[in-house]
């Protein structure tokens, strides 16, 4: 049994990809963390963590310690994307820079610092909005955004600058590369390619040309040892790594640990090959990662006590609070913890 951790607002990627497969997958249950955090327990499998930038810093340890207590009841257990050591996109690109991988600069704005490359552009650190400005190419510019920011409701807060660093294909076209990882397998998946330089779909941009070098593209999985290595990096075992190429060189944009996967029904014909492909080697590394549990088998957790309190949600009712205090009681979880000596 393969466990998918998602979060109640954003489980459409994962069960995209169940339905749309019809069967053809390894038995594949989705969980919210907010069913986990109200049962205290979760199914028994191989546990795969996504979706961490909708969750607040509370809800983060709580699923670290989801991971570490299926790891004491069996050290065996598979975990993918463990919650107290997989990177999130500001981390990761930070990671991969500071190791000479990536040309990438990324810098906080609430923090005060400022880029040291030019053009950049602003984004939200967490989410998939993408980029919220126009290439900007100097620190005046920059400067001029953010006063534009900060007079419009929009918070420096988790927002980023990031360094643009890609050059066009010789057709004229901005490429965005996208490969899967999945346990100890890269399924490389698509190329986009557009026009401008921010490349979110190349849905009009295709040719026979163009689609017979997507398709060699998938056959030949030709950046797999390179995606493996960063993506170990950023410890992380799940999720589509979105890259590109400048100077010759792979650039990692980010690695999406609750990717959308291709619809294997419907869609355009000319890339049925490719969708095919794409789902052999998903049924085959999802095997390969697949535990013999039940799903009857659950284990029960108890979360940090100074978590529990943030982890509630208002909508349960008076009630039914009232039996999940109950319950961490009855499972000595409500004790507070000793203080460190010396504090």
């Known amino acids: 049994m393969i466990i998918y951790f998602v979060h109640e607002l954003n489980q459409n990627p994962a069960l995209k990809l169940v339905t749309t497969a019809r069967g053809q997958l390894p038995k594949i249950q989705i969980v919210t963390y907010q069913s986990a955090f109200r049962a205290l327990s979760f199914p028994a ?17 709580a699923a670290a310690e989801m991971a570490e ?6 050290p065996t257990t598979r975990i993918l994307n463990h919650p107290a050591r997989a990177c999130e996109r500001y981390v990761l690109l930070r990671r991969l820079h500071a190791e000479g991988l990536n040309p990438t600069e990324v810098t906080r704005l609430e923090t005060g610092e400022r880029p040291t490359r030019y ?10 909005w993408g980029a919220e400005t126009p290439l900007l190419h100097d620190a005046e510019e920059l400067e001029r955004i953010l006063v534009t920011f900060r007079t419009s409701a929009r918070p420096l807060k988790r927002r980023v600058t990031v360094s643009f660093e890609g050059e066009p294909d010789a057709d004229g076209y901005h490429r965005k590369y996208g490969a899967f990882r999945v346990g100890d397998a890269i399924i490389p998946q698509h190329i986009l390619r557009s026009s401008g330089w921010s490349v979110k779909s190349g849905r009009n941009e295709y040719d026979p040309e163009f689609l017979s070098e997507e398709l060699t593209f998938v056959h030949k ?7 493996m290595h960063v993506s170990d990096l950023g410890d992380l075992q799940f999720g589509r790594i979105d890259y590109g190429f400048a100077g010759g060189r792979p650039v990692i944009y980010e690695i999406n640990p ?33 535990s013999e549990e039940m799903t009857r088998v659950r ?29 961490l009681r009855l499972r000595g979880g409500g004790a507070k913890p000793e203080r460190p000596e010396g504090t």
């Not at 499998?45 to 340890?61: A, K, Q, V, Y």
């Not at 957790?301 to 039996?323: A, C, D, E, M, S």
């Open 258 to 290: 609750n990717p959308t996967f291709p619809r294997f029904r419907g869609g355009n014909p000319d890339r049925e090959e490719r969708r095919g492909i794409i789902l052999d080697r998903l049924r085959a590394a999802f095997q390969a990662i697949d």
């Open 119 to 128: 053009p950049v552009f602003l984004r939200m650190e967490d989410g998939c």
């Open 221 to 227: 999985n030709p950046h797999q040892d390179h995606l």
């Open 69 to 74: 207590t299926a790891l004491r009841k069996d």
């Open 299 to 327: 284990i029960r957790f108890t979360p940090h006590v100074h978590t529990q309190k943030y982890i509630q949600l208002h909508r349960w009712g008076r009630i039914r609070r009232g039996l999940w205090r109950l319950k």
């Open 45 to 61: 499998g191989t546990l795969i963590f996504s979706d961490f930038e909708f969750l607040n810093g509370f809800e983060l340890m």
